[in-house]
Every structure is written in C-alpha cells, then in structure tokens.
Nanobody, 120 residues
Framework: QVQLIQSGGGLVQAGGSLRLGCAAS????????VGWFRQAPGKEREFVAR????????RYAESVKGRFTISVDSAKTTVNLHMKNLKPEDTAVYYC?????????????WGQGTQVTVSS
C-alpha cells in the first residue's frame, strides 16, 4: 500500500502561480506514472497531467497546456505540478495519483486532495 502526501495549493488571484507537491510514503516512486487530476464543485474528476517515470514522457489536458508543468525530482521522490497564469476555472480540489504497476498505466492510489482557489 502506498500513501501519497500532497502539499502546496491555496488561494491565489487570477494570473498568479502555485505549486503542488506529491510524495510517496514508499520512496522513491517505482510506479509507471504519476498523474494529477482535479475535481471542481459539481463536476466530475478530470485529468490534468501525468509523467511517465521511466521515460519522462509528459501529457497534459488541453485546458492546462502551456500553463502547467509536471516534473519529478532526480531522486524520484516528489512529483510537482507548477501552475502559472491561473484562471478562476482552475479552481478545484487537486489529487495526485499513481499505480501499483511499474509496467502499466494504472491509478490505484490517490492523495488526500489539495484545494486550489483562483479568485477573479
């Protein structure tokens, strides 16, 4: 069982920046990928970004491309989501997630969620 510990987030004005962090209780990350999802009030959880840990391949939702950057530190202990030029529609609870497999993309474990609020 892997626990994901999230950090960062908070309240920011539109156009501002925030960083979210995600660390695993069993370090370093040994899974295939680590991803970020978000859920706004009254909406379904949606994909934001992911990073493939073996290849470094990145994937972003169209709505955040060019504004958000996902990265992992060299020791693969923390995955960060750097968010800039934030918009009110980015307001949501953000979750990091990873899987139990090192070979396949899976999302088995989820962080506790971090609130990001962007005021207009």
């Amino acid at each position: 069982q892997v626990q994901l510990i999230q950090s960062g987030g908070g309240l920011v004005q539109a156009g501002g920046s925030l960083r979210l962090g995600c660390a695993a209780s069993k370090r370093p990350f040994s899974s295939y990928a680590v991803g970020w999802f978000r859920q706004a009030p009254g909406k379904e959880r949606e994909f934001v970004a992911r990073i493939m840990l073996s290849t470094g391949e990145l994937r972003y939702a169209e709505s955040v491309k060019g504004r958000f950057t996902i990265s992992v530190d060299s020791a693969k202990t923390t995955v960060n989501l750097h968010m800039k030029n934030l918009k009110p529609e980015d307001t949501a609870v953000y979750y990091c997630t990873t899987g139990a497999s090192s070979s396949y993309l899976r999302y088995d474990y989820w962080g506790q969620g971090t609130q990001v609020t962007v005021s207009s």
